[in-house]
């Protein structure tokens, strides 16, 4: 059973630029969660996708945008990057969103 | 506003002691309350949570965690630590009406030989 995966692994990016990060939710999840994490802190919650709409969203500037596919898996966009971009981005997944979070390994982005 | 508090910034024990890693928390409702452990460069895993029922909830690798209303507290606990559990932990808490975590800033757990 594969648990949440999360490509790619490394990004590196110049401000200005755009990203897109992608994540497959655990094998019976349906609702995905994205997180930044900068160095020595806590995750912060950017969004949440449920039934390919944003459920709820965080704190984060409309440079920050989603997407969930049919199939569940979702990606994270992210546009005019700026240096403050550069974190550990997180996917999570769950059953309705209510249920324990699981999470995938992360992709580091960083911005130059 | 909602916010979770580790006020340790590290914790060192020695291994075969007993270990605790402190949680306070401040939300508006019923707390759903977890703990992840982070491992260098790695996603978080989840170790272990409380929804309701038994304030003493046990979890993954023999850690165990007290929910204590009264304090707002979920101290993360083990009785004998091992080497091996040098690691980052977070606490974190949702409530019913919300879909997301708060995360505490973590502790860095170290464990000497």
């Known amino acids: 059973d594969a648990g949440v995966t999360q490509s790619p692994t490394h990004l590196i990016k110049t401000r200005g630029q755009q990203v897109t990060l992608r994540c497959s939710p655990k094998?019976?999840?349906?609702?995905v969660s994205w997180y930044q994490q900068a160095l020595g802190q806590g995750p912060q919650f950017i969004f949440q996708?449920?039934?390919?709409?944003?459920?709820q969203r965080g704190n984060f500037p409309d440079r920050f945008s989603g997407h969930q596919f049919p199939n569940y898996s979702s990606e994270l966009n992210v546009n005019a990057l700026l240096l403050g971009d550069s974190a550990l981005y997180l996917c999570?997944?769950?059953?309705?969103?209510?249920?324990?979070?699981?999470f995938g390994p992360g992709t580091r982005l960083l911005v130059l | 506003a909602q916010s979770v508090a580790q006020p340790e910034d590290q914790v060192n024990v020695a291994e075969g002691n007993p270990l605790t890693v402190k949680c306070t928390y401040s939300?508006?409702?019923?707390?759903?309350l977890f703990w992840y452990v982070q491992y260098p460069n790695r996603g978080l895993q989840f170790l272990l949570k409380?929804?309701?029922?038994d304030n003493l909830v046990k979890g993954s690798y023999g850690f165990e965690a007290e929910f204590n209303k009264s304090q707002t507290s979920f101290h993360l606990k083990k009785p004998s630590a091992l080497v091996s559990d040098s690691a980052l932990y977070f606490c974190?808490?949702?409530?019913?009406?919300?879909?997301?975590?708060?995360w505490g800033a973590g502790t860095k757990l170290i464990i000497k030989p």
């Open positions: 999570a997944s769950s059953f309705q969103g209510r249920e324990t979070q699981y």
């Open positions: 094998s019976g999840h349906d609702t």
């Open positions: 996708y449920y039934e390919e709409e944003e459920r």
């Open positions: 939300v508006s409702g019923n707390p759903y």
């Open positions: 409380y929804i309701t029922g």
């Open positions: 974190a808490v949702r409530v019913d009406s919300n879909y997301q975590l708060i």
